[in-house]
């Protein structure tokens, strides 16, 4: 069953068309990827999809709920969550206080106790440093902490993009397989991400995004295996 389906969606930059109508799904226990050049429109779909950048056309369909003119702090409300590009983390908060405000949603407080022990027990390095100021973290925890905050919403979609920018190579194979540890733990996971072989490699499904338009789409695998994305995007 589709948990999210987008249909169709057009997003405008003044005269310039920045998505030409594009359609793709994501079911419900996948992770799927969309992967594409800088300035393909990756960013610009997610932003779209979950509200915060306006549509001219199409249609977005979450848990079989229209969500297409629903605004963003009710959409997290509903379960999906975005991890934007460049963490965008609370810099003066501590970690402890951007984890209270991923909760925001939540009234009660020993889910809220719950959930933390579940971040702590997920990420160790967030509970060393719980009263570390936000700003202060490497780029790689503070990549942490994004996720952590995106998750404390106890999303059924988790929209991570670009999680592995500007990270070391080291550590973006920690992101990725973190990103693996909460597929298996059960969160659906819609994934934009430039580095294409490593989100390629763990997706169910993935579509390629060029210019505003979807022109392929299939397995992780089949994309993988696919000579026009080998050549364009996985250096072949």
Same mark, same amino acid.
Do not use: W
């Given at each position: 069953?589709?948990? =999210?389906e987008v249909n169709n969606l057009e997003?405008?930059?003044?005269?310039?068309?920045?998505?030409?109508?594009?359609?793709?799904?994501?079911?419900?226990?996948?992770?799927?990827?969309?992967?594409?050049? &800088?300035?393909?429109?990756?960013?610009?779909?997610?932003?779209?999809?979950?509200?915060?950048?306006?549509?001219?056309?199409?249609?977005?369909?979450?848990? *079989?709920?229209? +969500?297409?003119?629903?605004?963003?702090?009710? +959409?997290?409300? =509903?379960?999906?969550?975005?991890?934007? /590009?460049?963490?965008?983390?609370?810099?003066?908060?501590?970690?402890?206080? &951007?984890?209270?405000? *991923?909760?925001?949603?939540?009234?009660?407080?020993? /889910?809220?106790?719950?959930?933390?022990?579940?971040?702590?027990? @997920?990420?160790?390095?967030?509970? /060393?440093? #719980?009263?570390? +100021?936000?700003?202060? =973290?490497?780029?790689?925890?503070?990549?942490?902490?994004?996720?952590?905050?995106?998750?404390?919403?106890?999303?059924?979609?988790?929209?991570?993009?670009?999680?592995?920018?500007? @990270?070391a190579p080291i550590l973006v194979d920690?992101?990725?397989?973190?990103?693996?540890?909460?597929?298996?733990?059960?969160?659906?996971?819609?994934?934009?991400?430039? &580095?294409?072989?490593?989100?390629?490699?763990?997706?169910? #499904?993935?579509?390629?995004?060029?210019?505003?338009?979807?022109?392929?789409?299939?397995?992780?695998?089949?994309?993988? &295996?696919?000579?026009?994305?080998?050549?364009?995007?996985?250096? *072949?």
């Amino acid at each position: 069953m589709a948990l =999210l389906e987008v249909n169709n969606l057009e997003v405008y930059y003044g005269v310039i068309c920045a998505l030409k109508g594009i359609s793709f799904h994501v079911n419900e226990g996948e992770i799927v990827s969309l992967i594409g050049a &800088n300035g393909a429109g990756k960013t610009t779909m997610m932003q779209s999809t979950v509200g915060i950048i306006p549509k001219r056309g199409g249609q977005v369909l979450f848990d *079989g709920q229209d +969500i297409t003119k629903t605004p963003c702090h009710k +959409i997290v409300k =509903l379960g999906m969550t975005q991890v934007p /590009e460049g963490r965008r983390i609370f810099q003066e908060l501590t970690v402890y206080e &951007n984890l209270m405000m *991923g909760a925001y949603t939540m009234k009660d407080q020993q /889910e809220f106790k719950t959930e933390l022990d579940k971040i702590y027990d @997920l990420f160790p390095r967030l509970a /060393e440093r #719980r009263k570390q +100021i936000a700003g202060t =973290l490497s780029g790689g925890e503070q990549q942490m902490l994004a996720m952590s905050r995106a998750l404390m919403s106890k999303p059924k979609l988790l929209m991570l993009d670009e999680p592995s920018m500007g @990270l070391a190579p080291i550590l973006v194979d920690q992101i990725f397989s973190i990103i693996k540890e909460l597929h298996a733990a059960g969160t659906t996971i819609l994934l934009v991400e430039q &580095n294409a072989s490593k989100a390629l490699e763990i997706s169910d #499904r993935a579509y390629v995004l060029e210019t505003g338009n979807i022109t392929l789409s299939g397995t992780g695998a089949e994309l993988m &295996n696919s000579p026009e994305v080998q050549k364009a995007y996985l250096g *072949g």
